[in-house]
């Protein structure tokens, strides 16, 4: 009992450290009028997501996103169950990162104004493609995270990391 908690655990603070890295990079960006830029925002979302893994990777179910943990029980690496609960634990995890950087950055971005406190936008692109680029880099994000299992927890948390902030780079602007 006590592993699951813990494990539930790292979910609800490896999604809240996710999310609070790359979207409150995107908010920090837009606060100081493109200060960080595109490379930036990268930049910060893959250490983020490199420190959250390195941090909590062992400790937990689904690797703090959904998207990954929904690929772990259909690949019958974690049962059903536990998935759905991993899954709520990130949902609450980010939802509370957001709330955070709704407090954070209330007075510099007006939540009618972009970027929406980090939320991704399409730009340029139509729904079509924007949900196939987005279903292509969550591929490779999972193929990293699910395909680290042998290497040390600090090579792997690179790999997820350098993953992330490619993503972030392909699809961020």
């Not at 509370?96 to 709704?102: E, F, K, N, T, V």
């Not at 104004?113 to 399409?122: D, K, N, S």
């Not at 690179?158 to 602007?173: D, F, N, T």
């Amino acid at each position: 009992m006590a592993g699951n908690l813990r494990a539930f655990l790292a979910e609800f603070v490896g999604s809240f450290g996710w999310v609070f890295f790359a979207a409150g990079a995107v908010c920090a960006d837009a606060a100081t009028k493109g200060a960080l830029g595109p490379v930036g925002v990268a930049l910060a979302t893959g250490l983020g997501v490199a420190a959250v893994f390195g941090m909590l990777g062992r400790a937990s179910i689904g690797l703090f996103n959904p998207a990954l943990t929904l690929a772990l029980a259909a690949a019958r690496r974690i049962d059903w169950v536990r998935a759905a609960l991993a899954f709520v634990s990130q949902l609450l995890g980010a939802a509370c990162a957001g709330l955070l950087l709704s407090q954070l950055f209330d007075a510099s971005l007006p939540p009618s104004e972009p970027p929406y406190l980090g939320a991704t936008l399409v730009a340029g692109l139509g729904f079509r493609a924007a949900t196939l680029l987005e279903a292509v880099l969550t591929f490779f994000l999972a193929l990293a995270a699910m395909g680290g299992g042998g290497r040390s927890a600090a090579a792997r948390a690179l790999l997820v990391g350098a993953a992330a902030g490619a993503a972030a780079l392909v699809a961020g602007p």
